[in-house]
């Protein structure tokens, strides 16, 4: 039971246009998110994360867009740049103050590819 | 952000034997995770090791398996017992600050 999902295994976008990812959860019980940009060899990056409570959180480039009633979020960078290629995962984690709390489930992850 | 730092940072071994993962963060947390990523997989919860107490393991995870210790606030030990070729993957730390951060991994080949 795969209780977050990104459906789409890769994206090709050319550089300086819009990079949306996606992400569908099915657990009511998930009450944060986080989106995590991997290389080959390292360790997930950290990248912006948004409460339950929140439908929209900025940073830069990166924006996050939570839509809770229908279980889905999203991440959109703008522009997109060469180096931004890479694995994107989305992870959710149960309320604070919960047995969930701060345990990450992942999505399987997309290959995020920008064309110069 | 959180500074981790884990070794090895790669290493090959023959089944049967074990290897002990350290992972050192710059500062003192209370949560800290340890998590599994399988070759062409996603990433997996093994286990939370809180200072202070047992470690918690998910479902599919033993301690005989994987067991971890967590002297103090800033480190933290993951063995791997007993290894087959299953066992291939890389180990990551990971600890709850203000955000979950990541360490860089440790990539396992089980021979």
């Known amino acids: 039971d795969q209780q977050v999902k990104q459906n789409s295994p890769s994206l090709s976008v050319q550089e300086g246009r819009i990079s949306i990812l996606n992400c569908d959860y099915t657990?009511?019980?998930?009450?944060?998110f986080l989106w995590y940009k991997k290389y080959p060899a390292e360790g997930p990056t950290f990248l912006i994360s948004?409460?339950?409570?929140?439908d929209k959180n900025e940073d830069g480039r990166f924006t996050v867009f939570l839509n809770k009633s229908a279980k889905h979020l999203s991440l959109h960078i703008v522009p997109s740049q060469p180096g931004d290629s890479a694995v994107y995962f989305c992870?959710?984690?149960?309320?604070?103050?919960?047995?969930?709390?701060?345990?990450?489930?992942f999505g399987q992850g997309t290959i995020l590819t920008v064309h110069p | 952000s959180a500074v981790i730092s884990q070794k090895p940072s790669r290493d090959i071994c023959q089944r049967g034997t074990s290897l002990t993962i350290q992972c050192q963060v710059d500062?003192?947390?209370?949560?800290m995770f340890w998590y599994r990523q399988q070759p062409g997989q996603s990433l997996t919860l093994i286990a939370t090791?809180?200072?202070?107490?047992?470690?918690?393991?998910e479902s599919g995870f033993v301690i005989d398996k994987f067991p971890i210790s967590r002297p103090n606030l800033t480190f933290s030990t993951l063995t791997v017992s007993n290894m087959s070729p299953e066992d291939s993957s890389i180990y990551l730390c990971?600890?709850?600050?203000?955000?979950?951060?990541f360490g860089p991994g440790t990539r396992l080949t089980v021979t």
């Open positions: 990971s600890v709850w600050g203000n955000e979950q951060y």
């Open positions: 657990n009511s019980m998930f009450d944060y």
């Open positions: 948004i409460s339950s409570i929140k």
């Open positions: 992870a959710a984690s149960g309320m604070a103050g919960g047995t969930s709390y701060g345990k990450l489930t």
């Open positions: 500062s003192q947390v209370t949560m």
């Open positions: 090791a809180n200072q202070g107490s047992e470690a918690t393991y």
